[in-house]
T-cell receptor, first 117, second 113 residues
């Protein structure tokens, strides 16, 4: 069964460093997402991406964050200058727009645990 | 705005007992609701979803959930717990406009042999 994959599974970085989290969405999906979960808190939406541009973003997704689909398979989340509070589990998801809206199931990857020291 | 609340961050049941994981939603419009399960070191896997068809939704692994508008609830149940059901369970509601999901804080299910 097709699945979303994410690399690395765990990333440790120093505060102020740039990190890139990578995701390979399911191949025929057209919508891509990033969510994060700070330990003990809710899974929070960061951004959605469609047709090579951001379609929605949350307040969390400030100028420190960017997303890119550099080729036909990868979807990346870049954090330019990491802060301690960026430590979280980051989930990538993708969806096939069967109905083109909120009914569409999002398929999630296993997550990347980011630790900022 | 949509939101969900999951009551009970940890639930323990004996093997063979009923599983009941609670989810209440807040939405000003008819919601689309989802339950996901996360096994250790794996991604969020869809268990079932409600999209305004039948109010009783059957999912994978013997789970089901009932949409109750009067109670604004979408509780997840399974008649008989199995050891393999031990995992983290997340309830989510999708935004009426746009595609983002709003998740609950999750419920960790422990199954006691």
């Amino acid at each position: 069964e097709p699945e979303v994959t994410q690399t690395p599974s765990h990333q440790v970085t120093q505060m102020g460093q740039e990190v890139i989290l990578r995701c390979v969405p399911i191949s025929n999906h057209l919508y891509f997402y990033w969510y994060r979960q700070i330990l003990g808190q809710k899974v929070e939406f960061l951004v959605s991406f469609y047709n090579n541009e951001i379609s929605e973003k949350s307040e969390i997704f400030d100028d420190q964050f960017s997303v890119e689909r550099p080729d036909g398979s990868n979807f990346t989340l870049k954090i330019r200058s990491t802060k301690l509070e960026d430590s979280a589990m980051y989930f990538c998801a993708s969806s096939e727009p069967v109905s083109g809206g909120p009914k569409d199931t999002q398929y999630f990857g296993p997550g990347t645990r980011l630790t900022v020291l | 705005a949509q939101s969900v609340t999951q009551l009970g961050s940890h639930v323990s049941v004996s093997e063979g007992a009923l599983v009941l994981l609670r989810c209440n939603y807040s939405s000003s419009v008819p919601p689309y609701l989802f339950w996901y399960v996360q096994y250790p070191n794996q991604g969020l896997q869809l268990l079932l979803k409600y999209t305004s068809a039948a109010t009783l939704v059957k999912g994978i692994n013997g789970f089901e959930a009932e949409f109750k508008k009067s109670e604004t609830s979408f509780h997840l149940t399974k008649p008989s717990a199995h050891m393999s059901d031990a995992a983290e369970y997340f309830c989510a509601v999708s935004a009426f406009t746009g595609n983002q999901f709003y998740f609950g804080t999750g419920t960790s299910l422990t199954v006691i042999p």
